[in-house]
């Protein structure tokens, strides 16, 4: 059972960056294909962005391409995502997640079977 725990979160002005971070345990990282998602006030859950259990692939939301980054360091089971030249329609609450399954492409909720707590992202103008 794979563990995750989201960190990173917190207020901040149109134009700063912000960098999130995702602790995986419980299961072998290095097979894990990592993502993040969010979900903005009062919407449902997009899909942020995603890197393949290698860290070779990435794929991200046509919203934060070109701004947002992920990455992840097999040797600390941790997955980031870096967050550049914010804007207040980033605001939301931002979960990491996971699937074990070695499949990559996901954009939809339903493909992701372990999900982190959540971190507040809020970004004012």
């Known amino acids: 059972q794979v563990q995750l725990v989201d960190s990173g979160g917190g207020l901040v002005q149109a134009g700063v960056s912000l960098r999130l971070s995702c602790a995986a345990s419980?299961?072998?990282?290095?097979?894990?294909?990592m993502g993040w998602f969010r979900q903005p006030p009062g919407k449902g859950r997009e899909f942020v962005a995603a890197?393949?259990?290698?860290?070779?692939?990435?794929d991200y939301g046509d919203s934060v391409k070109g701004r947002f980054a992920i990455s992840r360091d097999n040797a600390k089971n941790t997955a980031f995502l870096q967050m550049n030249n914010l804007k207040p329609e980033d605001t939301a609450v931002y979960y990491c997640?996971?699937?074990?399954?070695?499949?990559?492409?996901?954009?939809?909720?339903?493909?992701?079977?372990?999900w982190g707590q959540g971190t507040q992202v809020t970004v004012s103008s």
């Open positions: 997640v996971a699937d074990d399954r070695r499949h990559f492409g996901g954009t939809k909720p339903e493909e992701y079977d372990y």
């Open positions: 419980g299961g072998t990282f290095s097979d894990l294909t």
């Open positions: 890197i393949s259990w290698s860290g070779r692939t990435t």
